[in-house]
C-alpha cells in the first residue's frame, strides 16, 4: 500500500485529533474549564504525574516511516526452511486489499447485526470454508491461536464428560503450545498428563502402544486425549489407530492438524479419522492468511462436530460462531449465535474469559482460500511435499547426514540426524544468507546438539533446494545415497477433491469491498460505543507494519536476524513504562481479557513463591465480564467455590468502600487481590483507589488495575503512585489498533518491581553495544502464546506512540474526556443520568445515559416489553447513521456513550442532535421503535431461531448475495438531522408492522 497523509482530516491532524484549537477552546469554555487541567482536578494531585512522561517528542510522519524502516531493515529475510510452530507460505494476492477495507478492519464485533452484516458475511465464509476443509459442522469465527485454542479445546471437552477427570495429551506437539498449555492449567487443577514416547529418539513417534500404556487403568476417567496429526519433528502420525482407541475408551479426540495439509491431494481430514472421525479440532491458520509477523496476529482455528451425535458438544464451547438467521421480514442475514455461553452474559460462569479473537486474519483467511481455490490449495500441498522428497534425497546424499527416522513417513517437514554441531551449522548457514531449519535435540536427545528439522512449502522452489545443496556442499563429503522415503499410505490421506471454489483476487476484492458497505467506520462518523474506545486507527500505522522486515520475520529465527523486532518490543517495553509509571513490562497478551489472566496468574504465582494460599479475589458489580470470566479460568472459581467477592458501587458511581474495608476484615489473608478497572465501568474515576491500594497491601494482597479505560488518563495519572501492581492495557482501544470485527486484539501488561521475576514471554534486552537479546524472567509463569504476542500490532501500537510522543498522549487523553464531557453536557437535560448520582464535573471518557420513567412508559404502552427497550432504542442509532451506543451495559437500562478524541465539535455537535432528536422521535411516536433499524441493509434479526436450531456453515458454491443498503449512509450523512428525523418517520409509516 502507498501512504497518503492527507488522505483525510483525522490523518492530517497533529496526534490524530481533528478539533482545532478553537474547537477545544470553545468547548472547554461551555464546561466552565479554563484548560485541561481543570478536567483532571476531581482526581488526587498525589496520584498524579508531577511532570511529562519519560518518552520522546511526537514525530511526523516521514520522521516515523525512516525510523521504523530502518528498524525493519535490521531484520535479515533470509532464504529460511524454518517451519516447526508457525508454517511460512505464499501470501495470496488478495490479502493486501483485503486488509485495506477501512469499514471492515475497523469496525467493532458485529453485535449489531444489522449494521454489521459485512462482517458477519465474511466470517461465514470463514467458518463454512473450512468446515468444508475438515469436515467438521461447526467452527467458530477463530481464537488467538492455536495453543489457546488447544487449551479451550480441553476445557470444552471437560464441560462435555463431566463425569470424567484426566486430559491426556501427546508430548509431541509444538513445545510452544505445550508451554502455553502447561500456563494456563497452573493453579486451576486440570492436571495433563503427558504421553511420551518411548522410542521417540529411534522413530520419531509417538503412537497406540504409547498411548493405551499412558491410559492403563484409569480408561474410565480420562476425558479426551489431544494429539497431532504431524509432530513436533515431522512424523505423520497414525491417526486413525489413535482415534479409534480414545473412542474405544469412550473419552473425546482432539486433534490438531495443518489446514493447508489436508487441503485436496493431501492428509486426511479430521471428520475422517478412524471409523467416526476425531471430536474436536484445533488448528494455526496465520499461513492461510498472512506471513509470519514475527508470530503473529495469528489464527486459532477450533472445530466441533454438531450432529445427530453430538447436538450439544457446541453448547460447551469458547468463543464466537456466526449463524444463518432472517430478520423480522423474513430475509436472509447473518447473526452471532450462542452467545449465552460468553463472559459479557454469563461471567464468572461463562466457558471462557475470551473477549475478543482474531476476527479479521479469518476474514483474510477466508478471502485467501477463495483465492487459491482447490487447484491452488492442491498445487501448494503437493509442491511442499514434492520439494521436502526432493531436498532429504538431497541432503541423504551427504556423508554425516541422514534421516533421524527413516522409517517415519513425513509430510513437507522432516529431521536430519548430523555428526556435526547443528548449532554451528545453523551460525554457517546465516554466512551463506540461509536459515536452515530449527535444532529439535532437545525434542529427541536431551542435552545433545544432532537433529535438524527443516521445512518446505510454496515459498520454495528447485532453486532454493540447489542453494541448500551447495550449502551442504561446503560442509560435507558427498557419500552413496541409499535415501527411500516410506510412502504415506492411503490411510492417511484425502480421498478425493474439497471442493472450494476458485475466484480472482480482482473478484474477492470488489466482493468484500461492497460487504464493506454494510458496516460503518469510525472514519466517517462517532462511533460511540461506550467502554470500546472505538477511536480513529491510522494509516500510517498499518502502512510501516507491513514493511517487508517486519511482515516476514519467523518467530523462531536467529536472534542476530530478527534484532528489528526485539527493538520494537524493547521500545515498547520503555514506552509503556513511562507511561504506566511501573517498572515492569511483557508485550506477549493477545488481548484485554488475556491481559486479566496474566495480571491474575502473576499474583498466583507471588503469594506461592511466599508459600502463601489464598483463594479470595475482590472485583466491583460492574466490572466487564471479563473480569470475573478471568477469576474463573484462572482457577478461583470452582464447581464447589466462588473464590470471586462483589463489590457494589455507591449512588454517584464510584466502589463501596466501606464494604470493601468490611470484605479486607472478613477475608484478610486470604485475599490474593483486587480487580479495579480505572476510571470504572460508569466512566468514573475511582478516587480512593489510592486509599484501596494501601489496605490490600495492609494484608499482603495485591492490586489489579483493569486498564481497559486508560484513555481518559494515559500520562495524567502515575498508577505506581496509585499502588498497582499489574495493569493491562488494550491496544486495540487506548492505542489504535483496529478492532478487526472482533480481533486481533493486543495487549500489554505493566507490573511493580515485585512481580518483574514472574513476567511471561521474553523481555528484549538492549546491550552496552546496542545489539538486543532475549531474557526470561527468572521465575516466569510461562507463556500465553505459542511465540511472541501479535507482534504486527506491536508495529502498529509503536508507530502511534511515536506520533503522539510524550506531549500527544497527554493530549489524547485530554481530549478523549472533554470530548465525552462536551456530550454529557448537551444531552443531560434531556435524559436521565446512570448512576444516578454522576456528575458533569465526574465524567470521564464515557458516560451512561437512560430514558425518564415517562418515557419508559409510553414505550411500553406501544408493545415493547421494558427489558428490550434500550436495545430497540440502540436500534434507531443506526438510522440515524451511527452505530449504537453500547446498550444495556453495565446498567441494564443505560446506553454508555464514548465518543473519543477522534472528532471535531462539529461532529460531536452533529452527534448531539441526533441523540436529541432520537429522543423526541421515541417520546413523541415511541411506536417507530416496533420497526426500527430502517435503512440497514436487513430489518431487526430474529435470532431466537437461528438460536434454538444453529446452523454455522454452507458449502460455498457462489459468492452469497450482498444485501444493499435501503438508504445510502453517504446521503445520511449529507442531510441535516432533521431531515434524518423525517425519513425515519416516513420509512416507518411506510413499513410493516
Not at 515431522?234 to 480414545?246: E, L, R, S, W
Request: with cysteine.
Amino acid at each position: 500500500m502507498n501512504y497518503d497523509p492527507q488522505v483525510n482530516k483525522r490523518e492530517a491532524a497533529k496526534h490524530y485529533i481533528p478539533a482545532s484549537d478553537a474547537d477545544i477552546q470553545a468547548m472547554l469554555e461551555h464546561l466552565g474549564c479554563q484548560n485541561f487541567e481543570d478536567l483532571y482536578s476531581h482526581i488526587p494531585k498525589d496520584v498524579r504525574f508531577d511532570s511529562d512522561i519519560n518518552i520522546p517528542k511526537s514525530k511526523s510522519s516521514d520522521e516515523i516511516i525512516s525510523e521504523m524502516s530502518a528498524i525493519a531493515n535490521k531484520n535479515n529475510i533470509r532464504t529460511s526452511f524454518i517451519g516447526d510452530g508457525l508454517k511460512a507460505y505464499k501470501v495470496m494476492d488478495v490479502a493486501g486489499p483485503v486488509l485495506n477495507i477501512r469499514s471492515l478492519t475497523t469496525s467493532y464485533t458485529p453485535y449489531q447485526p444489522e449494521r454489521s452484516q459485512g462482517t458477519l458475511m465474511t466470517h461465514w465464509i470463514y467458518q463454512s470454508l473450512l468446515s468444508q476443509l475438515t469436515g467438521f459442522e461447526a467452527v467458530n469465527a477463530s481464537m488467538y491461536d492455536r495453543a489457546t485454542a488447544l487449551f479451550e479445546a480441553i476445557k470444552c471437552s471437560m464441560r462435555i464428560q463431566t463425569k470424567r477427570n484426566k486430559v491426556l495429551v501427546f508430548d509431541s506437539i509444538y513445545p510452544g503450545d505445550r508451554e502455553v498449555l502447561n500456563t494456563h492449567a497452573e493453579h486451576t487443577g486440570l492436571g495433563i498428563i503427558w504421553i511420551k514416547g518411548d522410542k521417540f529418539s529411534e522413530n520419531g513417534s509417538i503412537g497406540l502402544d504409547e498411548l493405551k500404556k499412558a491410559a492403563c487403568g484409569i480408561e474410565d476417567d480420562i476425558v479426551s486425549v489431544s494429539f497431532p496429526q504431524i509432530n513436533n519433528v515431522g512424523t505423520v502420525a497414525k491417526v486413525d489407530d489413535i482415534t479409534d482407541y480414545v473412542h474405544e475408551i469412550g473419552a473425546l479426540a482432539i486433534a490438531v492438524i495443518d489446514p493447508l495439509l489436508i487441503a485436496t491431494g493431501g492428509l486426511k481430514a479430521p471428520s475422517k479419522y478412524g471409523q467416526e472421525g476425531a471430536d474436536i479440532f484445533v488448528a494455526e491458520g496465520q499461513h492461510l492468511a498472512i506471513g509470519p509477523n514475527f508470530g503473529g496476529p495469528g489464527l486459532g482455528i477450533f472445530g466441533i462436530r454438531f450432529n445427530a451425535k453430538c447436538k450439544k458438544f457446541v453448547r460447551a464451547t469458547a468463543g464466537r460462531f456466526v449463524g444463518d438467521a432472517k430478520d423480522i421480514n423474513g430475509r436472509d442475514c447473518k447473526l452471532i449465535i450462542l452467545s449465552t455461553r460468553e463472559q459479557h452474559i454469563k461471567r464468572e460462569k461463562a466457558n471462557s474469559n475470551i473477549c475478543s479473537n482474531e476476527a479479521y486474519i479469518a476474514t483474510v483467511c477466508g478471502a485467501a482460500i477463495l483465492n487459491r481455490g482447490d487447484k491452488g490449495l492442491q498445487e501448494s500441498v503437493e509442491v511442499s511435499r514434492k520439494l521436502a522428497l526432493r531436498a532429504a534425497e538431497v541432503l541423504s546424499s551427504f556423508k554425516g547426514v541422514e534421516l533421524a527416522f527413516p522409517e517415519a513417513a513425513f509430510m513437507n517437514e522432516f529431521t536430519m540426524k548430523i555428526d556435526s554441531s547443528v548449532s554451528e551449522l545453523i551460525a554457517k548457514g546465516l554466512e551463506s544468507d540461509l536459515q536452515i531449519g530449527v535444532n529439535v535435540s532437545d525434542r529427541i536427545e536431551k542435552g545433545s546438539d544432532k537433529y535438524l528439522m527443516l521445512c518446505f512449502t510454496d515459498l520454495h522452489s528447485e532453486k532454493e533446494i540447489e542453494v541448500l545443496e551447495a550449502f551442504f556442499a561446503n560442509n560435507f563429503e558427498k557419500d552413496s545415497n541409499n535415501f527411500k522415503p516410506i510412502a504415506l499410505p492411503a490411510c492417511q490421506l484425502r480421498e478425493g477433491e474439497v471442493g472450494i471454489a476458485h475466484y480472482s483476487a480482482k473478484e474477492i476484492e470488489d466482493y468484500y469491498t461492497t460487504l464493506g458497505t454494510q458496516n460503518v467506520s469510525p472514519d466517517n462518523a462517532i462511533y460511540p460505543l461506550g467502554s470500546c474506545t472505538m477511536k480513529y486507527n491510522p494509516y500510517l500505522n498499518d502502512y510501516v507494519a507491513a514493511f517487508d522486515g517486519f511482515a516476514n520475520a519467523h518467530p523462531q529465527a536467529p536472534e542476530s536476524d530478527v534484532q528489528g523486532c526485539l527493538e520494537v518490543i524493547y521500545e515498547t517495553q520503555e514506552y509503556f513504562k513511562a507511561i504506566t509509571g511501573l517498572p515492569g513490562v511483557t508485550t506477549q497478551p493477545l488481548a484485554g481479557a488475556q491481559g486479566e489472566l496474566v495480571g491474575v496468574k502473576l499474583f498466583q504465582a507471588y503469594h506461592q513463591d511466599r508459600g502463601e494460599k489464598r483463594d479470595i479475589i475482590l472485583i466491583p458489580k460492574t466490572a466487564h465480564g471479563t473480569n470475573p470470566a478471568t477469576a474463573a479460568v484462572a482457577g478461583l472459581v470452582t464447581k464447589k467455590f466462588n473464590g470471586i467477592v462483589e463489590i457494589e458501587s455507591t449512588i454517584d458511581g464510584e466502589m463501596d468502600f466501606d464494604r470493601l474495608k468490611e470484605c479486607v476484615a472478613e477475608y484478610g489473608e486470604r485475599i490474593l487481590g483486587v480487580m479495579v478497572t480505572n476510571p470504572n465501568t460508569s466512566g468514573i474515576f475511582e478516587t480512593q483507589f489510592a486509599a484501596m491500594s494501601e489496605l490490600i497491601h495492609s494484608v499482603g494482597g495485591l492490586v489489579y488495575m483493569d486498564g481497559a479505560n486508560m484513555n481518559a488518563i494515559a500520562a495524567w495519572v502515575d498508577l505506581g503512585k496509585m499502588g498497582v501492581d499489574a495493569v493491562h492495557n488494550n491496544t486495540h482501544k487506548t492505542w489504535s489498533i483496529p478492532h478487526g470485527g472482533g480481533g486481533p486484539g493486543d495487549a500489554f501488561v505493566a507490573v511493580s518491581e515485585k512481580l518483574i521475576p514472574f513476567l511471561p514471554g521474553i523481555q528484549s534486552i538492549k546491550n552496552s553495544d546496542g545489539q538486543f537479546e532475549i531474557a526470561h524472567a527468572p521465575k516466569s509463569i510461562g507463556s500465553f502464546h505459542r511465540h511472541e504476542g501479535n507482534f504486527g500490532h506491536k508495529v502498529r501500537c509503536l508507530t502511534y506512540l511515536k506520533a503522539l510522543g510524550h506531549d500527544g498522549v497527554k493530549r489524547m487523553a485530554a481530549v478523549a474526556v472533554l470530548s465525552a464531557r462536551y456530550l454529557f453536557s448537551r444531552l443531560e437535560d434531556k435524559f436521565c443520568v446512570l448512576p444516578t448520582g454522576n456528575q458533569r464535573d465526574k465524567v470521564m471518557h464515557e458516560f451512561i445515559l437512560t430514558l425518564p420513567q415517562s418515557t419508559f412508559d409510553k414505550i411500553v404502552d406501544a408493545g415493547i416489553p421494558k427489558a428490550l427497550v434500550i436495545s430497540r432504542v440502540g436500534k434507531l442509532f443506526l438510522d440515524f447513521g451511527f452505530h449504537a451506543p453500547t446498550v444495556a451495559w453495565p446498567e441494564m437500562y443505560g446506553l454508555m456513550i464514548e465518543p473519543t478524541e477522534s472528532y471535531t465539535k462539529e461532529e460531536l455537535d452533529r452527534f448531539a442532535d441526533a441523540v436529541l432528536a432520537l429522543f423526541d422521535l421515541i417520546d413523541e411516536n415511541p411506536r417507530v421503535l416496533l420497526t426500527a433499524p430502517h435503512f440497514t441493509p436487513i430489518d431487526r434479526v430474529d435470532d431466537v431461531p437461528a438460536n434454538k436450531k444453529p446452523v454455522m456453515a454452507e458449502i460455498i458454491t457462489k459468492l452469497p448475495e450482498v444485501l444493499p443498503n435501503r438508504f445510502d449512509l453517504d446521503k445520511i450523512w449529507a442531510m441535516d438531522i432533521p431531515t434524518v428525523k423525517e425519513t425515519i418517520l416516513k420509512a416507518h409509516e411506510d413499513a410493516k408492522i
